[in-house]
């Protein structure tokens, strides 16, 4: 009896795997619906078949269901309270929908609980900690993201990131030398990435080290010339150490980045987009870099054109030089 049990028990198991994989070769030709039909057979012949539920729970994620997706992720956490992947989906929905944060918190340290040793799992808390409210000061969690992220740099001291990443949580609580220290040991670790030279940038331009900034800034550059905010901090630099041709030089860059960003979206973008945004405040701080150039009608027609896109400053600039 015994035998014949586990041999149905056995077949039960590999048809709802065909069907399992059936569903995966639906999604890769975007039938989502028959991968459901074919997950929902699964998971009746074999109620204890928690990958199929966290599938089920990804494809409902690709339909913009997340509630459901949370459902099915629960099912199979009620099938295998061990399962690793569902509580991360779990907890990364919760987040997104802006659910308690004791949601989001609760799953990544069941993950934790099970994964002790990956130190990724600690980061992940740690950017849950910095993008969701404490419910005693309803900021930003940054003392408790920084406390988790230590511990990632603990288990894994030589991952240039998690320094990177502790830095910028350090700058949001205004510890500049702290931060100032965690990215230059990040750059250290790992001197080709031109996102860390930035970042020491914009620390060292908080504190008014322009000239320390515009080497980090001009590293940066020389690894990434297509990003348009490294040349807008650098010619805040240049600005603020009086360069103001290297300054327009800069803005004009930027301009012209930012120009082909917006002519490469598909889409009409709204005058508050962040790239509209950039490109009028831009072309604001390239009229002024003309004005103390005393080309003042040179930066007169860049401040129309700031005003044209709305933005109000340049209005007032308007008003103090085009007269």
């Not at 795997?17 to 074999?46: G, M, N």
């Not at 109620?47 to 099912?75: C, D, F, H, M, T």
């Not at 010619?235 to 300054?247: E, R, W």
Request: charged share 20%; proline share 3%; with cysteine.
């Amino acid at each position: 009896m015994l035998l014949q049990l586990f041999v149905q028990q056995a077949f039960a198991q590999e048809v709802s795997r065909q069907h399992y994989v059936s569903a995966k070769e639906y999604i890769k030709t975007d039938s989502l619906t028959l991968a459901l039909i074919e997950l929902d057979i699964a998971t009746r012949i074999s109620p204890q078949y928690a990958e199929a539920y966290v599938l089920k729970g990804y494809i409902w994620e690709l339909k913009k269901n997340e509630r459901r997706a949370i459902s099915e992720y629960s099912l199979a956490i009620a099938q295998n309270p061990n399962f690793t992947q569902a509580y991360l989906k779990r907890a990364a929905l919760h987040f997104n929908l802006k659910d308690h944060r004791d949601y989001v918190l609760n799953d990544i340290n069941k993950a934790i609980l099970l994964n002790p040793q990956d130190a990724d799992l600690y980061a992940l808390k740690a950017y849950y900690y910095a993008h969701t409210l404490s419910p005693l000061s309803l900021k930003p969690d940054y003392p408790n993201a920084i406390n988790t992220i230590s511990t990632a740099i603990y288990m894994n001291p030589n991952k240039a990131n998690y320094l990177k990443v502790r830095s910028e949580y350090e700058f949001k609580m205004e510890q500049k030398l702290s931060a100032l220290a965690d990215i230059s040991l990040a750059i250290e670790k790992d001197d080709t990435n031109d996102s860390y030279y930035h970042f020491r940038g914009v620390i060292k331009f908080t504190m008014n080290d322009y000239r320390s900034a515009l080497n980090d800034l001009s590293i940066a550059i020389s690894l990434n010339n297509t990003s348009y905010i490294y040349y807008q901090l650098r010619g805040n630099v240049y600005y603020n150490l009086a360069k103001y041709d290297n300054a327009y030089n800069d803005y004009t860059t930027t301009i012209n980045l930012l120009f082909k960003q917006i002519a490469n979206t598909n889409k009409r973008i709204m005058s508050e987009n962040p790239l509209n945004v950039d490109l009028r405040q831009t072309l604001v701080l390239r009229g002024m870099a003309l004005v103390q150039e005393n080309k003042p009608y040179d930066g007169c027609d860049d401040f129309k054109r700031a005003v044209r896109m709305g933005d109000s400053r340049a209005s007032n600039y308007m008003r103090q030089y085009c007269q």
